[in-house]
């Protein structure tokens, strides 16, 4: 098996399920003959032609409109946004027409929405956005952010065979970055379940996306200072999985959330108050969280890089944490 | 208008419209007796435009309804049941209390999507549906409505642009009723002719009078058949007249009397019984006969919403996601190879007939023509604002700024008003009854530019 990269497993994804059901297809901006902005589609217009890889005019709204509006006559589609950014376009369209549409009357929407998100490759501040949080705040969607190969292909098969609206967001700055094996047979990755990425017993590390490989190299500093963190990897933001978090903290006592998205009203703060709830007095330690900072990401390189979490920020973060 | 309609369907056209408006009455009077949840819409005048243009549909196509169509919903195959239990937010309802007034729908059977409160949104979505329908070879016309308010609304554009590159079967009806709320069509848009709105995404349209059901119905039907033999979309505009406030809270007192009364001169239901007996299609037994029936089923459907239940508040986090409570599988109706490979397979390149070069304009032309034939309508020019239009004379009438939610029918606002008034000298009081409604627009209705 060789080695491929995520955008790599995103597009061996995609090929896959329109292979495998011809009621899959997809629609974005640039995506059909020239293959999309970071070419996660590129060969799906020579294979499955103009009718199942639709390239749109620069109108967010439009593409989720008729995405919804192909979702209700049994089409699975998949809509790109060619930067996750453009979503705020749509924001209409997906919070209050496709996410209600199931509770209201009804009507399922499986369709998916998809889009590099992130930053880390200097894209200022309208190419480098983490919006999944305006999202996790809407009730009817799903909300799906991998951090590796393997995941992204599992998940995206999983978010195309879902009967409800799942938003799949791909970090930009792992699409090349991340590598490993993946199986070219059919697989799926459950939404909804985290994963323990590294055990440990000194504290757990909660993380998603590129944070969740920032938060995996500062647990392995970590580890030469004696300090065994526990890594978790959401993957699913929402719905989230409640029992590998408290499971893992009642295990550990000390936890510390790691986040790209910025820290007021990231999802740090609805994990503590979780973790308050249900495992309050399992805890040694206040909460600790590592995220953003409450800014647009910026443009310049010196800028973003003390705008993102870093492994220095994370370990200093443990080590305060395990002083406890 | 010359009609294809048997006499039979030409009756039933009276009878959705009868019952559309009989409807509507009941509802104003169940929400005078607090009977209703939220709101009612009142399409008074509006029912030829719901009527005509969905009677145009086949069982097949697909609509979705806009706040004034109820009419459409009675044409496509809802009962009036479902629209009073929607309303009064019954657990009968078919959203079974979780949203009211005509924002439901049916997939399965009727094929209505429901729309939501933020206009113009249905239009991307219907695109999507035709778009599907063609796919998979349904061959369905998709329909939907949009107020002239909502043709500013950004879906709008971008929904029609996307269904004119897609060749969508899409048939999209302007109800062009003169107000959006209490904004009279003038001050929204720079057109004559809502139709000339289809003119700059290469949509074929038609403007009907929209107060003629069978002249509606004829535009329609064409337009339908049009749709289906793949030479949509094709926007309908239907010129018409709300003759209700925007919902039964509102007296629209901004509507200058003698516009309503000019139009309830062109009322469609009094036109079209009057057509009906000139061309003695009924008689008066006739007509009392289908009168009947609409006053026995709005009575038997009416009581089965007032004797329903409301919904038990254990269902409120019930039905957010999909729990496998659905099946979705597309209809086929073209051999699935077709779309698959190899059969799927496309030259990945683009051909480009010319090359976007740059075509004078011809000699003899108007001069409001410019470039590559783009055609613009000579607009009245703009009165720069000056200062001393900027800063009303000592005693000049100075239009009040209402608050929001607030009107001319609130009485502490009246008095708060007259209040000020006595205090600032030179202010007019608040005009009451006269003079000041019935002309909501200034002569110069730029003149205020640049105090905003």
Known sequence: ?324 | MPTRLTHEQQLELYYFMQLNRQLEDRLVRLFRQNKIVGGVYSSLGQEAISVGTSYALEPRDWLAPMIRNIGALLVKGFKPRDIFTQHMAKYTSPTHGKDGTSHFGDLKKLHVVSPISMLGDLIPVMTGVAMAGRYLGQKIVAMTWIGDGGSSTGAFHEGLNFAATQSAPFVLVVENNQWAYSTPVSRQVPLKNLANRAKAYGVESRIVDGNDVLAVYETSKAAVEECRAGRGPILIEAKTMRMKGHAQHDPAEYVPKEMLEYWKTQDPIARYEKYLTENKIWDAAKKSEIDARIERELDADQKFAEESPMPPPEIVEHGVYCEGCHTIEAEWRRPKKEVTPPLSNAQSSWVVSDFGNFAPIKPGKESTEGGNGAESQPRPALKPPSDAEAKPEAGAEVPLRVPFGRGPKDKAFVRETQEQAKETRGRKQFPKGHGHHGKPFPKEPHGKRGKR
């Open chain 1, 1 to 324: 098996m060789p080695e491929i990269t995520m955008l790599e497993a995103i597009r061996e994804a995609l090929f896959e399920e329109m292979e495998r059901d011809p009621a899959v297809v997809t629609l974005g901006e640039d995506i059909g003959v020239y293959g999309g902005a970071f070419k996660a589609t590129e060969g799906l217009f020579a294979k499955f032609g103009p009718e199942r890889v639709i390239d749109t005019p620069i109108s967010e709204t439009a593409i989720v409109g008729a995405a919804c509006g192909m979702s209700y006559l049994g089409l699975r589609p998949v809509a790109e946004m060619q930067f996750i950014d453009f979503i705020a376009c749509c924001f209409n369209q997906v919070t209050n027409f496709v996410a209600k549409s199931h509770y209201r009357w009804g009507a399922p929407v499986p369709m998916v929405l998809r889009g590099p998100s992130g930053g880390g490759v200097h894209g200022g501040p309208f190419h480098s956005a983490n919006p999944e949080m305006y999202f996790v705040h809407t009730p009817g969607l799903k909300v799906v952010y991998p951090s590796t190969a393997y995941d992204a292909k599992g998940l995206l098969k999983s978010a195309i065979r879902d009967n409800n609206p799942v938003l799949f967001f791909e970090h930009k700055f792992l699409y090349r970055r991340v590598k490993e094996e993946v199986p070219k047979t059919d697989y799926t990755v459950p939404i909804g379940k985290a994963v323990v990425r590294r055990e440990g017993r000194h504290m757990t590390i909660l993380s998603y996306a590129a944070a969740a490989v920032t938060a995996l190299d500062a647990a392995t500093v970590l580890a030469k200072e004696g300090i065994e963190a526990e890594v978790i990897d959401l993957r699913t933001l929402l719905p989230l999985d409640r029992e590998t978090i408290i499971a893992s903290v009642k295990k550990t006592n000390r936890l510390l959330v790691v986040h790209e998205d910025t820290r007021t009203g990231g999802i740090a703060g609805e994990i503590a108050a979780i973790v308050c709830e249900q495992a309050f007095f399992d805890l040694d330690a206040p909460i600790a969280r590592v995220t953003g900072l409450d800014t647009p990401v910026p443009y310049a390189p010196t800028l973003e890089a003390v705008f993102l979490p870093s492994v220095e920020k994370v370990a200093a973060a443990a080590r305060e944490l395990a002083k406890y």
